[in-house]
């Protein structure tokens, strides 16, 4: 199974900022979409955002549209989400994973290897 690792996470202010990375180490992340979701305690996983393996198009979820952005390193073998005006609403574990494409709606259903997650905690 491919593995990948996130970083990044840790206490913010509301309206701060953070930078999560997905890396991988055993194989290449260019092959791949990779997809950055969230869990809250009692809440279900949910899609953040996607970003494909070729174009390198974007999609995110309306609750972090303007406010998060995806990108990728190639050359670092890295994803990154870029989170900005964070709200106490995006406290979460995040989680990256891999699929073969980015579809409209960002589902877990469609996404194969998964990280352990980094837990994101926005609170005054």
């Known amino acids: 199974q491919l593995q990948l690792v996130e970083s990044g996470g840790g206490l913010v202010q509301p309206g701060g900022s953070l930078r999560l990375s997905c890396a991988a180490s055993r194989f290449t992340l260019n092959y791949y979409a990779i997809g950055w979701f969230r869990q809250a305690p009692g809440n279900e996983r949910e899609g953040v955002s996607c970003?494909?393996?070729?174009?390198?198009?974007?999609n995110y979820a309306d609750s972090v549209k303007g406010r998060f952005t995806i990108s990728r390193d190639n050359a670092k073998n890295t994803v990154y989400l870029q989170m900005n005006s964070l709200k106490p609403e995006d406290t979460a574990v995040y989680y990256c994973?891999?699929?073969?494409?980015?579809?409209?709606?960002?589902?877990?259903?469609?996404?194969?290897?998964w990280g352990q997650g980094t837990q994101v905690t926005v609170s005054s």
């Open positions: 970003i494909s393996s070729r174009s390198g198009s974007t």
């Open positions: 994973a891999t699929a073969p494409w980015c579809l409209r709606t960002i589902k877990s259903s469609d996404f194969g290897s």
